[in-house]
């Protein structure tokens, strides 16, 4: 069974940055797309960024291009998403999530496995 476990949220200014982990055991994550989302309050999750493996090619939601960065590491078995120039609006909880089925890669309905979440708090 596949497990997702994030770390790495917490509290930080507006302009400051954050690195958040999402450890993957069970499966190696090269056998899945990976990709991040978030929900904040009262709000719907939603798309911040993946990683293809297949090739290896990136995805960002607007909001977060140019300020965010999504990378894993095989032989940690770990993704991580690199958070800069941050935001209040980035405030949420954070998920890593595995893709499991063949809708596009950046909606929720593509994802079959997700972690716990981790909250991120941006103060202005």
């Known amino acids: 069974q596949v497990q997702l476990e994030e770390t790495g949220g917490g509290l930080v200014q507006a302009g400051g940055s954050l690195r958040l982990s999402c450890a993957i055991s069970?499966?190696?994550?090269?056998?899945?797309?990976m990709g991040w989302f978030r929900q904040g309050p009262g709000k719907e999750r939603e798309f911040v960024a993946a990683i293809s493996w297949s090739g290896g090619s990136t995805h960002y939601a607007d909001s977060v291009k140019g300020r965010f960065t999504i990378s894993g590491d095989n032989a940690k078995n770990t993704v991580y998403l690199q958070m800069n120039s941050l935001k209040p609006a980035d405030t949420a909880v954070y998920y890593c999530?595995?893709?499991?089925?063949?809708?596009?890669?950046?909606?929720?309905?593509?994802?079959?496995?997700w972690g716990q979440g981790t909250q991120v708090t941006v103060s202005s």
């Open positions: 999530a595995a893709r499991l089925r063949g809708f596009s890669i950046t909606t929720t309905r593509a994802y079959g496995y």
């Open positions: 069970g499966r190696t994550f090269s056998s899945y797309d």
